[in-house]
């Protein structure tokens, strides 16, 4: 008994370490999570930062933006921007100063679940997805698809499950809803049904927004309780570079500011073919686009939630075809990134996204390049971080998936090196090496950091040729196969009430069938 004893000791002690180390954690000693603080990449220095600034204020004193609506007109020229005989709006520096003063420095992107509320700040990190593919890309079949409504629907779903994906921006259209105003209505319903995390989503025209509007009251539980927790922000294209407002999509923007939802001023020109091919010419513009946005929110409603979306894309000059996977594309959001935080503006662009159509290595490179260039600056909203395909035309589920792992060993690196006199360690060397067995591989310090200070991929393979033989050498596609099919095959939760579901289907009408 005296032998068997301290084994028996010895094993529960590690049996009830092993169970604390696979217990949750709590989200303030997660190796990762949302809000992590960025921005020790720095690409541009200050007076490079000056320099863009500088420029971007003469575009708009001099050149200007043409066709905002009638209504965006009266609302900057109110505020001090100034009608040419060209119908181009400019606007002085001194205003376009007054704005920024006037704009809000930090807002809060409400979750269905206030768990999932993204604080957008200083140089705080979030990862999601974004975009507009049209085709869903099949890795069994090596094919392209059209999207659809349950494509975006299952997307949603997968996003609830994946901890590193921290908002939903519509990926993909449903192109089997014909009519628009269905199709917007219907793609915030499937986003709403399938997960709690804040929703991103750009709508045809304005005719459309009321009953969605209608619909996210009912969903909120009125518009007093929407007003408040607001978990629907608009994504807005409202320029059409170079220099142009979007009439329709201000037209749009003014309606969501009316109704106290977040807009994204999103400005997306493609440097060498609608914005200038250098890439600080290119921020140049975007910035100038974004800036003319700040004045025109702001004179609409000072310190609405607004994010500053310098989301500038790369051409391959040789082609003129997008380059989303390209460094040149990196190098452009991490710049973006350091003039949001040059005006104290929550910030938002695009990086994660492959030219490559499968995910393969070169999405890979392509995907974990940017993205962890854009953490690294210190960029607020990563859009487009996971899924994305063919340089935004298709999106994949089980690179989705895939992109969770990917995504969290970005957040690891925006965490970066924590140097205090415990991580220093110099007394658990001492220890190790003076009164110890050598190494450190069962010390005290290295348990208690195995979860905090490390964090492991859900499908990656880390294991040795034997034991990936020893296991059938799993393929990792496949186990992205597995793993959507595991989260699709559930039997719900679904996110809303069905008493509330039941209630929307009665009053608008939805494509997605009901659940059983």
């Not at 507009?132 to 975006?152: G, K, M």
């Not at 999509?249 to 997306?268: D, F, K, N, T």
């Not at 340089?391 to 060993?409: A, K, M, R, T, V």
């Amino acid at each position: 008994m005296s032998q068997t004893a301290p084994r028996s000791r010895r094993s529960g002690g590690r049996q009830a370490r092993q169970a604390l180390r696979s217990a949750p954690l709590a989200d303030d000693i997660r190796p990762v999570r949302a809000g992590l603080e960025g921005g020790r990449f720095a690409p541009l220095s200050p007076s490079e930062i000056e320099k863009i600034h500088q420029a971007a204020l003469r575009a708009l004193e001099e050149i200007g933006l043409a066709d905002a609506p009638q209504s965006g007109i009266d609302a900057m020229v109110g505020a001090g921007a100034r009608l040419g005989a060209d119908g181009r709006l400019r606007f002085p520096p001194a205003l376009v100063e007054d704005m920024l003063a006037k704009a809000r420095k930090e807002l809060t992107l409400c979750g269905r679940d206030a768990r999932h509320d993204l604080h957008l700040k200083g140089k705080r990190v979030h990862y999601g997805t974004a975009g507009a593919a049209v085709h869903v890309v099949d890795i069994e079949t090596r094919a392209y698809r059209d999207s659809t409504l349950q494509d975006l629907f299952d997307a949603a779903r997968i996003v609830e499950q994946l901890d590193n994906i921290h908002f939903l921006q519509r990926p993909m259209v449903a192109r089997d809803v014909l009519d628009n105003a269905e199709m917007d209505l219907n793609t915030v319903y499937a986003c709403c049904q399938g997960t709690t995390k804040h929703i991103g989503t750009s709508f045809t025209d304005v005719a459309s927004f009321p009953p969605i509007l209608e619909m996210l009251h009912m969903i909120a539980g009125g518009e007093e309780a929407w007003r408040a927790r607001p978990f629907v922000s608009n994504s807005n294209c409202f320029v059409v570079p170079p220099m142009k407002f979007a009439t329709e999509s201000c037209q749009v923007m003014e309606a969501c500011i009316h109704a106290g939802m977040p807009v994204l001023l999103l400005s997306a020109g493609q440097a060498g073919a609608t914005a200038p091919a250098p890439i600080a010419g290119a921020i140049v513009q975007a910035v100038a686009e974004c800036l003319a946005g700040v004045v025109y929110v702001n004179a609409l409603a000072p310190g609405h939630p607004a994010i500053f979306g310098t989301w500038p894309f790369v051409s391959d000059l040789r082609t003129g075809a997008m380059s989303g996977g390209s460094g040149e594309q990196a190098l452009l959001t991490a710049g973006c990134a350091q003039m949001h935080q040059f005006y104290g503006l929550p910030g938002g662009a695009a990086a994660g996204i492959a030219d490559a159509k499968l995910p393969d290595m070169q999405a890979g490179w392509e995907q974990a390049m940017s993205n962890v260039m854009a953490g690294l600056s210190g960029l607020n909203m990563v859009y487009e971080a996971a899924g994305m395909h063919a340089s935004l035309l298709g999106f994949c589920l089980e690179s989705l998936i895939l992109g969770d792992d990917l995504l969290g060993q970005a957040m690891r690196c925006v965490r970066g090196i924590e140097v205090t006199e415990d991580t220093l360690s110099l007394e658990t060397m001492r220890s190790v090496c003076l009164e110890g067995p050598g190494h450190f591989l069962g010390h005290a310090q290295t348990l208690s950091l195995m979860q905090t200070e490390y964090i492991y991929p859900a499908l990656g393979d880390r294991t040795s040729p034997k034991e990936w033989e020893e296991r059938d050498k799993p393929d990792l596609l496949q186990n992205a196969i597995a793993r959507k099919q595991e989260i699709l095959n559930r039997p719900g939760p679904f996110r809303l009430d069905p008493a509330l579901d039941a209630e929307i289907r009665a009053r608008f009408p939805i494509h997605l069938p009901p659940h059983p």
